[in-house]
């Protein structure tokens, strides 16, 4: 049942500037043996002479002041060097406010000023730091600071406070909300409809990697090893706050375990270990427990969400209403854009989507796989089978009939669309034609069988980055740009694409990313690394071409002489002229030259003119986001068992069908599609925070209390790739990242009414509710 993607049928399709051999193919991943073996060094496993270690200190109350500490039987412990606290701590600059102006701003997950503050903002943030010779002295001795508190009233219980959310502002990057015709009106008047609430739990993060951070001063200058996933915004961040030239800071992040967002924002064990750092005049590591995560790392909002539709008897949509409420923290947390695939999805004739907020006492909430998408795709997609059931309509049918040729708000085009597609070829592999729509009417001996489908969707994005691509004489190439690798497979799909673009070998490819002190590339985001690195690195490789060309034509006997630009291919490693034309390769070109390597640099370096750089980016992003909607999207096939005494209900099958672009690398795509669905049925199944509506405190921080699935709840998944390249993007690649992960928790759900006939709208669906 399990296979890659469906390899392209036809022959991989020449790419702008190469010959199309590498792109296309599945390739093993060029880090796969260093991390399969163990010789992959992660962040709390940098070895340093004279080593410290540092544990946090959790604030056991939700708002209030800090009255008292009491570290004398924590600087008892043997092996502990210093108990940093609010009372004792150098001063550190505030976290800057976070501004569209300046991109690492957004670097603040929070604008606690932790350890020089006497403030408690949440119920968990840290109060202290115990440095100490081994991490069990200091985990031990963090145990025993003791801390008196002055309480404030504190705003925690996100159900009691749907009632006050107050309408998110639109900004720049986001908005929230959008209006077309009179919704309300509408869906009074429509002959069929649907007006249905639903809610999601609080989730969080628990990549395998937990957050780690080792530190050393080396007097004014600053070596960070830490898995994140954005080492400019981090290396900026941290210069600030310690009052250091950018310059001084190096962050070096070769490898991240896992990171779905939850690395992306600067949290509190990162700050704490610098400043531990400076403190001992050590260098210190701190390797953040699970529960440790849980209390200082934002995870996903909760909400509430009302999705109403109405149709004609023919299912053609009137009116399409999809609200929301999300949380974000007093001290910071971006809006979740939970409606954002309502904007897109469907052709209804009237449409009123609308974000509100709530401000709560507790870490703030941070990006979590498809931030938006992937439980705003759970309403709407649950609303849409719900209306298909009313109508007795067949519920991809019901889809189709509703399938945009333009973007519904506001008439944009689609850069690209292939949902259609996506769904025909699903519904053929799947055996869709199968299933009977009566519910409970499949069974396979005790257990009750449910087949449902969902729409998944998420937008593509592109972020500046630096490139620089070196030839050397001796053939090899070396791409350098600071980007990361968290387990998607970048410095392949970078070392595949330079090889076609320069018509070398991929083995003749190496990528150097994960340092600040290389060309600043994009944060691992938005689904958008690939192809914002891609784009330079095409660019990188043209100028590449081009220096060369003039090389040769500088020099005298070059038969590439006479040869514009336009007149050649890169093949075999060189230029030629046509398939059979004449031509040579580049070490010749060097050669005669006299040089021993070539070198060609895009991007403009964020250490200069940074704000002007990217600034000038963005505007022409929105400029061109003017024009065109730009995403990716798929259709889930999902299949599950329901035992009708227990409620409990295994996934047995799923197909999912992406229309992500052009893929670079059908195994390592294949790979991050999976592992968004793996996500998917843990939102939809299993996981849940849970949290005391009397204090806010996160009730299950770890893996026994908190369920992401395991290998036993996840079925074979058979993934499809249309693989059309979106010819409005670098290489036409959409991003790969997220797309997988929305629409999957309605997939199911919706497979679960038609398993039992009852609907569940309220995330997780344990089997309590099915009972
Ligand atoms: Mo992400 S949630 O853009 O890592």
């Given at each position: 049942m399990t296979s890659t993607p469906t390899a392209p049928t036809r022959a991989p399709s020449p790419v702008e500037a190469g010959t199309g051999r590498s792109v296309g193919r599945p390739l093993d991943r060029v880090d796969g043996t260093a991390k399969t073996t163990g010789a992959a060094r992660y962040a709390a496993e940098h070895p340093h002479p004279g080593l410290a270690h540092a544990a946090l200190v959790h604030a056991a109350v939700t708002r209030g002041r800090i009255t008292g500490i009491d570290a004398a039987g924590a600087e008892a412990v043997p092996g502990v060097l210093v108990v940093i606290t609010h009372e004792n701590a150098p001063a550190m600059k505030p976290p800057p406010p976070v501004s569209v102006l300046n991109?690492?701003?957004?670097?603040?997950?929070?604008s606690v000023n932790y350890l020089n503050t006497?403030?408690?903002?949440?119920?968990?943030?840290?109060?202290a730091v115990v440095v100490a010779e081994t991490p069990e002295a200091a985990r031990h001795a963090a145990g025993l600071v003791r801390v008196s508190y002055r309480e404030l009233p504190a705003t925690v219980d996100f159900a009691a406070e749907e009632g006050n959310a107050v309408p998110q502002k639109s900004s720049a990057l986001q908005s929230g909300g959008a209006r077309k015709g009179d919704a309300e009106a509408a869906l009074a008047a429509a002959p069929v409809s649907v007006d249905l609430r639903f809610t999601t739990p609080p989730y969080h993060h628990n990549a395998i990697e937990p957050h780690a951070t080792t530190a050393v001063w080396d007097g004014d200058r600053l070596t960070v090893h830490e898995g994140t996933q954005n080492i400019t915004w981090l290396r900026d961040h941290l210069a600030l706050r310690f009052g250091v030239p950018v310059r001084n800071v190096r962050v070096v992040a070769p490898y991240v375990g896992g990171a779905f967002g939850g690395k992306t924002m600067v949290w509190a064990g990162t700050v704490l270990t610098v400043l531990a750092a400076r403190v001992t005049g050590r260098p210190v590591r701190m390797a953040l427990t699970r529960e440790g995560v849980y209390r200082t790392v934002g995870g996903r909002t909760p909400s509430a969400q009302r999705v109403a539709l109405g149709a004609r008897a023919d299912g053609a949509l009137t009116a399409l209403i999809h609200t929301s409420v999300t949380q974000t923290g007093r001290t910071g947390g971006l809006p979740e854009q939970v409606t954002s695939q309502s904007r897109h999805l469907y052709a209804a004739e009237n449409i009123l989507l609308r974000q509100n907020l709530v401000e709560l006492d507790a870490v703030p909430n941070t990006p979590m796989r498809a931030p938006g998408e992937s439980i705003g795709t759970f309403a709407l997609e649950s609303a849409v089978d719900e209306l298909a059931c009313a109508l007795g309509l067949d519920p991809i049918e019901l889809r189709m009939r509703n399938e945009p040729e333009r973007n519904p708000v506001d008439g944009k085009r689609f850069a690209h669309r292939m949902l259609r597609e996506a769904y025909a070829l699903g519904a053929e592999r799947f055996g869709w034609s199968g299933r009977t729509p009566e519910p409970g009417s499949m069974r396979d001996g005790g257990w009750l069988v449910g087949l449902g489908v969902a729409s998944a969707y998420h937008p593509s994005w592109q972020m500046p980055a630096n490139v620089t691509v070196r030839l050397s004489a001796d053939g090899s190439v070396v791409v350098r740009c600071g980007f990361h690798e968290m387990g998607m497979g970048g410095a392949t799909a970078q070392a595949q694409i330079a090889a076609d673009a320069l018509g070398v070998p991929f083995e003749a490819v190496r990528v150097e990313y994960g340092d600040s002190d290389l060309p600043s590339g994009p944060g691992a985001g938005g689904s958008a690394q690939t192809a914002s690195v891609a784009a330079s690195l095409l660019a990188a490789c043209e100028k590449l071409k081009g220096s060369l060309l003039a090389l040769a034509r500088r020099s005298g006997g070059s038969p590439l002489r006479g040869r514009r630009p336009g007149d050649l291919e890169a093949r075999d490693g060189g230029l030629w002229a046509g398939p059979a034309g004449p031509g040579e390769t580049y070490t010749a070109i060097l050669a005669r030259a006299g040089r021993d390597s070539a070198e060609a640099a895009v991007g403009s370096d964020t250490r200069v003119g940074k704000v002007t750089g990217q600034l000038r980016f963005m505007s022409k992003l929105l400029r061109d986001r003017r024009r065109w909607v730009k995403a990716a999207c798929g259709a889930h096939f999902c299949e599950v068992r329901v035992d009708p005494d227990t409620g409990e209900v295994r996934v047995s099958r799923w197909l999912g069908v992406f229309d992500?672009?052009?893929?670079?690398n059908a195994k390592m795509v294949a790979s991050q599609l999976r592992g968004g669905i793996v996500m998917g049925i843990g939102m939809a199944l299993s996981e849940e925070t849970l949290v005391d509506p009397r204090n806010g405190r996160i009730m299950n921080p770890g893996l026994a209390d908190y369920h992401v699935p395991v290998h036993a709840d996840v079925p074979p998944i058979d993934v499809h790739c249309l693989d059309v390249p979106d010819p409005t993007m670098p290489l036409g690649l959409i991003g790969v990242g997220e797309v997988s992960v929305t629409g999957v928790a309605a997939a199911i759900a919706n497979a679960v009414r038609h398993a039992t006939g009852r609907r569940v709208r309220d995330l997780p669906v344990t089997p309590d509710k099915l009972l």
């Open positions: 991109l690492s701003s957004l670097a603040s997950g929070s006497d403030e408690v903002h949440w119920n968990g943030q840290p109060v992500v672009g052009r893929v670079v």
